[in-house]
């Protein structure tokens, strides 16, 4: 046996391994020992869900899966007053009727009260209301051609006599001032879309291009129903009241919604004063928005009954209103207007 065989072996084992190890390490450029970069994500939050009617976060989604409820709510200044529930809609529509007086049309949406009313009858000025919103529409009846009017609406239509559970009589109060609704009950109507679309633009930083106001005055024809707003800092509302006080609801609380728009319209139909008449809100004219103790004068645009109204200022841009409740005046265009700047 040759005494130098085994070293050789060693020799040549080591070679092996060696050129092994060093095959190893000689892979792809790319592999360089370093660790590679994450492949980047981008993170989207999306933003959370609004009322329609309000502009109002809707946190839980509870308003993106109703339609919107429009209840007619009388306002008799001895018989209906307070009224209850209508602290929590979203917009009040205050309408001239017979007797120069007015009456509500209330539009629930992103909140649910318990009770609502009373519960009045369909004017020819409701269904241009609520026609670009749908839903459902509760009343207490009305005349024929009233009733025929609201039946062409794209709404439930929900009167005493078809609402089962949904309405009752109050027999504390007299009729026809006791009837009220259940909105709860009212929402399993139906109606579409679900959600409504909006009917105002919304901004936090809405009025600023408008002058300051502390107060405005509707000088409705029968002072009864005359409202002043009046610009509360504190609270960012404008307070409601007319010549017997302050408008309380049942529950206690001064009506003051966020946001009032004054809309002088021309009342046609029989003419004003008369059970027929109807304002007319297809068109265009002039509107006042009051708001974040500012009002914005320009004007409003309509072109057909299903569309929406516009809502522009004088540079031509759209007017934006608080998010939060707003009322709507609707007064005769021949009623003064009086802001206090």
């Known amino acids: 046996m040759n005494p130098t065989r085994p070293t050789v072996a060693v020799v040549a084992t080591t070679i092996v391994l060696a050129l092994a190890a060093c095959g190893g390490s000689s892979g792809s450029k790319a592999d360089t020992g370093k660790k590679k970069p994450a492949a ?69 949406q992103s909140q649910v009260p318990d009770v609502v009313g009373p519960v009045r009858s369909v004017r020819l000025t409701d269904p241009l209301i609520v026609w670009p919103v749908g839903g459902v ?38 009729a026809p001032h006791n009837l009220y609704a259940k909105p709860s009950i ?43 707003y009046t610009w509360d800092a504190a609270s960012g509302t404008w307070k409601r009241s007319t010549r017997a006080g302050a408008f309380v609801a049942k529950s206690g609380t001064q009506i003051a919604p966020k946001n009032v728009v004054v809309l002088p319209v021309v009342y046609g139909g029989t003419g004003l004063g008369n059970i027929g008449a109807e304002a007319q809100l297809v068109g265009n004219g002039t509107v006042q928005v009051f708001t974040n ?47 206090t700047p």
Request: avoid cysteine; glycine fraction near 10%.
């Open 40 to 108: 980047s994500t981008t993170t989207t939050t999306k933003a959370p869900p609004v009322a329609p009617l309000t502009g109002l976060p809707d946190p839980d989604g509870a308003a993106q899966g109703r339609s919107v409820l429009s209840i007619k709510i009388d306002n008799d200044s001895s018989a209906a007053r307070p009224q209850t529930g209508i602290e929590a809609a979203d917009i009040v529509w205050d309408e001239v009727v017979e007797g120069q007086g007015t009456r509500f049309l209330a539009m629930f």
């Open 137 to 174: 529409f509760a009343y207490s009846g009305g005349a024929k051609y009233a009733v025929d009017a609201i039946n062409q609406a794209p709404v439930v239509r929900v009167d005493e006599s078809g609402a089962g559970d949904g309405m009752f009589r109050d027999s504390s109060r007299r």
């Open 186 to 228: 009212l929402f399993t109507k139906g109606g579409q879309p679900v959600p409504p679309p909006a009917l105002f633009d919304y901004a936090a930083d809405a009025g600023a291009t408008g002058g300051t106001a502390s107060a405005v005055h509707i000088a409705f024809s029968n002072q009864e129903f005359a409202p002043t």
């Open 293 to 339: 103790g500012h009002v914005v004068t320009g004007t409003w645009t309509r072109p057909d009954k299903a569309t929406p109204m516009k809502l522009v200022d004088a540079a031509g841009k759209p007017i934006t209103l608080s998010p939060g409740q707003t009322w709507v005046e609707l007064p005769d265009v021949s009623y003064p207007v009086q802001v």
